[in-house]
């Protein structure tokens, strides 16, 4: 089991852009995919970015493509999530989540732990 801790969330203007965190404890970070995952209220939660353990190659959701930029530093134990260019829609619960494997994955059932979340709100 791994351990996540989230910060950087916040209430931004659109067009704004902020940078998440989440610091990693517990088995070898390197080991690992990392993926950033959102949520809003009635929704499922949704895949965002991934990253691959050695963070050779990285996924993206359609809508954020150019606009959101994961990477990760093994040497910190810790994965990021630069927002820019932020739209109202991207309003959401972000939450990090450690991968079973070293690739990166799209489906949330290649995750095994969860952070608890980081509210990002973007006004119009």
């Known amino acids: 089991q791994v351990q996540l801790v989230e910060s950087g969330g916040g209430l931004v203007q659109a067009g704004g852009s902020l940078r998440l965190s989440c610091a990693a404890s517990g088995r070898p970070f390197s080991n690992y995919a990392m993926g950033w995952f959102r949520q809003t209220p009635g929704r499922e939660r949704e895949f965002v970015a991934a990253?691959?353990?050695?963070?050779?190659?990285?996924r993206y959701e359609d809508s954020v493509k150019g606009r959101f930029i994961i990477s990760r530093d093994n040497l910190k134990n810790s994965v990021y999530l630069q927002l820019n260019n932020l739209k109202p829609e991207d309003t959401a619960v972000y939450y990090c989540?450690?991968?079973?494997?070293?690739?990166?994955?799209?489906?949330?059932?290649?995750?095994?732990?969860w952070g608890q979340g980081t509210q990002v709100t973007v006004s119009s």
């Open positions: 990253i691959s353990a050695t963070g050779g190659f990285r």
């Open positions: 989540a450690a991968g079973s494997y070293s690739y990166a994955m799209v489906s949330l059932s290649n995750y095994d732990s």
